[in-house]
């Protein structure tokens, strides 16, 4: 029996009640690199975070209606080397370890543990044991640290064909080095994260290009202290 982990989370998760927002600003949609912020209500949790983006910046996400977006702007697809911009519920922490005593729903990336990003797949977008006749997957637990402590972002929960699979919030290759379209970071850093969060408080990422501020203060008008939205 495949024992399975799907990305795509509850539809009744309402984004805009967050109690817990895990804020990304860029400079704009190329950037590569970004500042993070930690919000529990109007306080901010800890001190700002550098994180790493996609090698190509960030395309608009298969939820991200709530963004007015300029024409030339791209949108996320599959293997196109950008970080996700948009609003997303985060959904469990993975890693190494057996057990863990996190406030979120725990995943351990055993040695077969694998996301499948193949689009023809009718598993695309989730993660599931292997069965051994998967085309195009990643590996949970790799041979180095970058997944040893990890967050699931439910991008693409509707597993739109293309629209890019297995995004997730995890420690970073090097400093200052881009990820193909996860969000990165120190492992010291996403260590703090991952106990903060608690899924009872509907934690959500809300990553987006600086030009995309005054929207984001609509919806979450407790984030008017933030430093990164002015």
Known sequence: ???SFLITASLSIFLFSSQQIVLVVANDMNSSSAK???YEGSNKVFETMSVNLGK???GWGAESREFQKNPDEALKYEGDKKAPAGIFSLSAIFGY???SNYKMPYLY???NLICVDDTNSNFYNQIIMAQGDEKSFEYMRRNDVQYKTGIVVDYNKKSARGRGSCIFMHIERAP???TVGCTSMSEKDI???AGWLD???NPVLVQIPKKSSKKVLKLYPQLKNSELLK
């Open 1 to 3: 029996m495949i024992k």
């Open 36 to 38: 993070l912020e930690c």
């Open 56 to 58: 190509n910046g960030l």
């Open 97 to 99: 370890a057996p057990k």
């Open 109 to 111: 990336a055993e040695k």
């Open 176 to 178: 200052k080095s881009p």
């Open 191 to 193: 260590k703090k994260i």
């Open 199 to 201: 899924k009872k408080k």
